[in-house]
């Protein structure tokens, strides 16, 4: 199978590699899909006020999984939670020219960013202001 | 060195250039038909058969007569398991094989269950072998045939057969093996390991493509097929179609060639393997081989390299040619159905890789291949939640992950 140039270019060189401190108030993650099914994203976000100023992210899984989260990372880093929460799978298909069979890892991806940003949203409401 | 470097000789092995050398006037001036009886031409053909036959045949310890030429192994499992089953069809319509089969018999047991037969498919042992004592228990008053394979596929496991092929005389049932793996890597003597039909391909032992056969037993007892293919009554009726004289010669060939090396051919195999699982096991934590230590083909070694995906892992080793268990290779997304019987969790299945070492490997290419492999799985684990959770020792394994979808 053929990779398109972008899938190769985030998996030789992923970008916001790592992981945040998920204990902080204004950190938050998600962890999405299954070993069993040979995929699992690990996304988190930093925000400050409405906006998320930083984004890292760890794979499990193929060279598309792995440069959709890449990607994510990448488009989330600057937006707004709602315009992060906005991101549809479908803009990542397109941009990494991913064909039909992991059309799942985009979906992935997606689910990623609103789980971190559940997370953190979680947080704020158990925070006392 | 060359890049890529190829680690997949279970998927097939190049053409050695002796076996080319011997195919290549079979196409040109010795062409003829090798059923055409009234001229030179014809003539030539059906000595180079004739040759052939002999030197297939003594590679198994079978009598030229009992050799069928096919396209291959798949065509001979199907005549096999079709052909016996419609013949003994009156003695019993019962087949027992194996979980993990290839594709080709279990797909063709599949079509004769659909045709009324029963099969009872055996689980293997955690280390991928099927035991006499499983299939002792499995046989019945109508078993027709009992088809296992001989050496696995994916993880190069080796079945006893020689005791199966024993308990099976006993039990009046026959014993048909796919040996399309083990045929030149191991000591395969259907007299001495009471095989009754065996199948297999000249591409996995440095042959053609498009050239295989089915061995099927004359005495002892004499087994009998209904013909797939109709037509001009090749081979003994078994098999019609003009024979693929430049393949033919090319397996006789190539067969010849097993047979006198296959003790150093194991050998420079088994010297390679463990050098490459050698380094692997001392340098990365967290792998498992798979398949079974002891009773294994020289040449395969399947490794699972936990907490790094597959297919990722195979990107990752852009020089290496190799295959993976994982789903990701193959478009139905299900992990490997031969991990799967063996128990291998489905996590582990999609971080499985399988090398294969053959004839044209050299030490210098493992080498570098070895240390592709520990960089790219460090490389990978770097990028990996789940090892990420094992350094901070929290076991993924332990943890329910039905809500993460």
Redesign the interface.
Known sequence: MAYSDKVLDHYNNPRNVGSLDKKRDNVGTGVVGAPECGDVMKLQIEVDGDRIVDAKFKTFGCGSAIASSSLATEWIKGKTVDEALAINNTEIVEELSLPPVKIHCSVLAEDAIKSAIDDYKAKQQATPE | MDLPIYLDYQATTPVDPRVLEAMLPYFTERFGNAASRSHAFGWAGEEAVDRARKQVASLIGASPKEIVFTSGSTEAINLALKGVGEMYASKGKHIVTSQVEHKAVLDTCKHLEKQGFEVTYLEPSPTGRVSVETVAAALREDTCIVALIWANNEIGTLNPIREIGELCHERNALLFTDATQAVGKVPVDVERDGVDLLCLSAHKLYGPKGIGCLYVRRRNPRVRLVAQMDGGGHERGMRSGTLNVPGIVGIGEACALCERELDADSEHARALRDRFEGRIFAELDHVHLNGDREHRLPNCSNVSFA???G??LI??VNDVAVSSG????S?S?E?SHVLRACGV???LA?SSIRFGFGRFTTEEEVDHATQEVIAAVRRLR???????MVQEGVD??AID??G??
């Open positions: 907490y790094v995906e297919e990722s990107m990752g994982s789903a990701c290779t478009a997304l992990p969790g489905d996590d999609h770097e990028l990996s939640p789940l090892y990420e993924p394994g992950w039905s993460s979808h």
